[in-house]
């Protein structure tokens, strides 16, 4: 069966839904992947804040490698995973934010709230390279406008795809919560795309 992978990141994780599609959508795998090892990489610019300027901005190095590094990993075994089920993974959908102006790491440091912006930049930006990295099509869905989105890159009005997701998640049980969904329909669109 082709699959698609549909994730939604946060500081430090990321839900993640493969759904494939014959006749029906179904889900083939729900999980939370982990992004960091260490509590401090959730908010590395957070802890670089009372650093001075060199150290700060090694700490935040080593915070965006490290998120690179497992996003990496991460996608890696969901496509293995995938391969050992016989599926195809055939893309991947990602729910992103606003990009993040080019500013140094110390301007970002010096405003609080440009932090929590790079932060959650960071990880979606991880897992689109990561996803990219493993030869996957990547769909960036707009996070704050994904209603619109996805009723019209699916064709499908409001109602249709909550029943949908209504179905998905009862076929598989709690959890089944806004993350999962968001995942679910990112999956759904890239699976259209891509197919």
């Not at 650093?51 to 700490?59: G, I, N, P, T």
């Amino acid at each position: 069966m082709k699959v698609a992978l549909g994730l939604k990141a946060h500081s430090g994780w990321a839900a993640l839904i493969v759904l494939g599609a014959d006749t029906h959508f179904e889900v083939i795998e729900r999980r939370r992947i982990e992004l960091v090892e260490e509590e401090w990489a959730k908010q590395p610019y957070h802890a670089a804040e009372e650093l001075e300027r060199k150290a700060a901005e090694q700490v935040v190095k080593r915070g965006v490698s490290a998120a690179h590094k497992y996003a990496k990993r991460e996608i890696a075994a969901a496509v293995k995973r995938a391969g050992k089920r016989g599926n195809q993974v055939i893309g991947c959908g990602i729910l992103m934010g606003e990009p993040m102006p080019d500013w140094t790491v110390a301007e970002i440091l010096a405003v609080h709230f440009r932090m929590h912006k790079a932060e959650g930049v960071l990880f979606r930006e991880a897992l689109a390279v990561a996803a990219r990295q493993a030869d996957l099509k990547v769909i960036e869905i707009p996070e704050k406008t994904i209603t619109e989105f996805v009723t019209e890159n699916l064709g499908s009005p409001l109602n249709k795809l909550t029943e949908q997701l209504a179905s998905l998640g009862k076929s598989i049980g709690a959890p089944w919560g806004k993350d999962q969904k968001e995942a679910a329909l990112a999956a759904m669109i890239a699976l259209k795309r891509f197919k």
